[in-house]
């Protein structure tokens, strides 16, 4: 059976050191056996389809990568259901998509993971399935907030989050 996926990136630079080209990441996955691969904005995500399981995808596409980059890159895998649930799960609304953010996990976060935030000042802060949901209030250039449970994972903004759900739904 194929599965829809979207895999997001860890530290892909857009520009400078680590700059990971969006053609070379669809040549990856096409490489790696994926089906209908597509990027989305040069940040690294991109949405494809594969008979294998969340764990060999992520394994096949980090196994590509960390022979591209020469070092380990972090990839975490959503299927189509579980993209579209963490936009629906979205605990904030009412706020701009671009002021929230779900920091996405490999695992489903500790429960005391809000318990050690540090440098929190307007943000509100909330925990999800396998993601951690923060607001920015105030918006992110200022914000000097640091989530421990968080340091794995990689954020994307609910407007991008909505962009793959729908994308891989297509």
Known sequence: ??????ALLRAVNVGGTGKLPMAELKAM????????????IASGNVVFASALDEAAVKAALERQLAAYAGKPVGVLVRTALEMAGVLAANPFPEAPGNRVVAIF???????????????????????????????????MAD??????????GTARNMNTVGRLAAMAAE
């Open 105 to 139: 996990l490999d695992a489903p976060p500790p429960k005391d993971a809000l318990t050690d935030v540090r440098g929190q000042a307007g943000e509100r802060l909330a925990l999800g399935r396998r993601e951690i949901y923060v607001h920015y209030g105030d918006g």
């Open 143 to 152: 914000s000097r907030l640091a989530i421990k449970a968080a340091a794995q």
């Open 29 to 40: 996955c096409e490489s790696a056996g994926f089906a209908g691969v597509r990027t989305y």
């Open 1 to 6: 059976m194929t599965h829809r996926y979207v």
